[in-house]
């Protein structure tokens, strides 16, 4: 299939190796050049705006940062809706606002092309090893003709409801890893305070109730001092901005979350901003 690709950070680069792998003929375009050179030397097809990408591709998969990145690249100058040919779909992967997606949705439908959403859990580590869980809004029968593509990204793939409904599971997810993110760093900041092995702490804690995925994934990581992205942490907080933006739209409150929110702004003002979520603790570190 000609799939176009945009957006080749540490998600979309991982995700957009994998589609040339599974066979793909992929065109891909990034806002700097060095992720697009390397793709270039794997077989894919450079571009130099959005637009290009869209021209040669019956799918176009954006993996940006956040919804005005999308919106941009999307609809705005030399972006994938001056490139469209109807019948095209657009897969957006980023994690954006549902509302903001719908609307773009909407945009695509009236060239006569296709939108769904497909936001992903499983980090950096699951885009490189094509095992991510992605959550699709949209309708069934894109989502079914779509299948093929996300089949070479993840292994768990569920259809969750229309537009929207795809980033809306992503925000769920979201507050879910963001307060067991805090509940670790909190657990582990007790642990070196008290002068306890932390390491011993994390080994029998991951035997019991504990036990959680981020812990397995983000605790060593911790242990060895690595601060380095997988996720940003500026990027968590945009999702829990966008969890509470919704739950202010239900009126529903999301307590925990609001703390999680404020807990992780600690961090960003210490300039953790651009370190990965695990970069929490060392913001503990800083206060005790
Ligand atoms: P990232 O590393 O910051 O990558 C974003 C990429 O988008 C960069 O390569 C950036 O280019 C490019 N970009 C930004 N604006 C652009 C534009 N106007 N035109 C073309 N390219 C543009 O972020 P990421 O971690 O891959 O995350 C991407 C999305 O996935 C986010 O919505 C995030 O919340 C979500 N997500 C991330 C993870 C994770 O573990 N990292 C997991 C699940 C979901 P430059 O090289 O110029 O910066």
Do not use: W
Request: net charge positive; aromatic share 2%.
């Amino acid at each position: 299939m000609r799939i176009g690709f945009i957006g080749l950070g540490i998600m979309g680069l991982p995700m957009a190796k994998n589609l040339i792998k599974a066979g793909h003929s992929l065109a891909v375009y990034n806002r700097s050049r060095r992720p697009v050179d390397e793709m270039v030397a794997l077989g894919a097809k450079g571009c130099s705006s959005s637009k290009e990408v869209a021209s040669l591709s019956d799918f176009v998969i954006t993996m940006l940062p956040d919804s005005p990145d999308v919106k941009d690249v999307v609809l705005g100058p030399s972006g994938v809706i001056e490139g469209l040919k109807p019948g095209t779909t657009l897969i957006d992967m980023s994690t954006i606002s549902p509302k903001v997606s719908i609307a773009i949705a909407l945009e695509i439908e009236k060239r006569s092309c296709e939108m769904l959403d497909a936001p992903v859990s499983g980090g950096q580590k699951g885009a490189v090893d094509g095992t991510l869980s992605i959550m699709v809004g949209g309708k069934k029968e894109v989502y079914e003709r779509a299948l093929p593509i996300l089949k070479s990204l993840g292994r768990v793939i569920v259809h969750v409801g229309d537009h929207g409904a795809g980033e809306t599971v992503k925000l769920c997810n979201q507050v879910i890893c963001a307060i067991n993110i805090v509940s670790m760093c909190e657990g582990m900041a007790l642990c070196k305070k008290s002068g306890v092995d932390i390491e011993k702490m994390i080994q029998v804690v991951s035997g019991g109730l504990g036990a959680s995925n981020i812990i397995s994934s983000l605790a060593p990581k911790i242990l060895q001092g690595d601060m380095e992205p997988g996720f940003k942490l500026k990027l968590q907080q945009k999702d829990l901005r966008l969890a509470l933006e919704l739950a202010e739209s239900l009126k529903l409150p999301l307590v925990a979350t609001g703390l999680a929110h404020q807990v992780f702004r600690i961090a960003e003002s210490k300039d953790l901003g651009d370190k990965g979520t695990q970069a929490l603790f060392k913001a503990y570190e800083l206060m005790g």
